[in-house]
């Protein structure tokens, strides 16, 4: 099916709707764009924000869904970009790294395709690819994709033991019998878990195992850990300052996991 071009209005909402989105007013974003697709169904620039919107809200599946049909978008890079990010998020590496290499085929300069590269090859075990596209996005673009911290393992475990100790004695005091393992990245079987939708690659940290809420006399005081995923948070911080604080809310985060509290009563610790 051939689509007419957005007219210059309409660009210009799109263009609003874009900064919606830059400036984390997604519920807003959504009613615009709703608006636009009931004028132009299906059409392919319009799928890519709505894909966008949905990597926003964390629905790779719907994101997938809604770049269906969007290949002839104005800007084919965007489109493999976006489709790489969701399989990135499905755990489907191999596609996201073809993904990405079409991206950059198109526009070789375009930095989040390489960092999603980097992350990608780093989840396949292909440490040297990994870092040569981290250097490429930090040098096209250092402010949103600096190089990940280089600690040395030892200089990490160090990191972590000074952050747990810091943490409030309440929280410490769970951590008695729960241990705090640490791994570079969450293995595959890990991230799948048991429900439809995987765990981000991304992730931090993580609770495994049974909250005190389920568990009886029975238990023995050890079930279960939490896990802090080294590369990711030395992706995630720029200095060691913000990288203890990282590490103490992350232990804070699971700790609240572990007994019990949802995502929402996290929040309310100012952990979610």
């Known amino acids: 099916m051939d689509f007419e071009t957005l007219s210059e209005s309409e660009w210009q909402r799109v263009d609003g709707i874009w900064d919606l989105i830059d400036e984390g007013q997604l519920d807003a974003a959504r009613v615009e764009l709703a608006g636009l697709l009931s004028q132009r169904p299906g059409h392919p620039d319009l799928k890519v924000v709505e894909a966008t919107l949905a990597l926003e809200e964390g629905e790779a599946r719907r994101a997938l869904a809604a770049l269906k049909g969007a290949e002839r978008s104005a800007d084919p890079a965007v489109f493999f970009h ?11 590496f191999e596609q996201a790294m073809k993904d990405g290499e079409r991206a950059l085929a198109v526009r070789p300069d375009m930095a989040e395709a390489h960092d999603l590269m980097s992350r990608a090859s ?6 040297d690819t990994a870092h040569a596209h981290a250097e490429e996005a930090c040098a096209m673009d250092p402010e949103n994709f600096p ?6 393992d030892e200089e990490f475990d160090d990191v972590v033991e000074r952050s747990v100790r810091e943490l409030p004695a309440a929280v410490r005091k769970e951590l008695d019998e729960i241990p705090v393992m640490i791994e570079p990245l969450p293995r595959r079987e890990v991230l799948e878990g048991e429900g439809d939708d ?4 991304d992730i931090l940290g993580l609770f495994v195992g049974r909250h005190l809420l389920e568990r009886t006399h029975q238990d023995i005081p050890t079930t279960g850990a939490i896990f802090l995923f080294r590369r990711n948070l030395l992706r995630a911080c720029r200095d060691r300052e913000e990288l203890e604080k990282e ?3 992350t232990v804070q985060h699971e700790v609240g996991h572990l007994l019990g509290l949802d995502e929402d009563e996290l929040d309310q610790w100012g952990l979610a």
């Open 82 to 92: 976006l489709r790489g990010l969701a399989r990135y998020d499905l755990l489907e």
């Open 122 to 127: 780093e989840h396949l075990g292909d440490d």
């Open 147 to 152: 190089l990940p911290l280089d600690l040395s």
């Open 198 to 201: 995987p765990l981000e690659p």
């Open 247 to 249: 590490i103490r809310v």
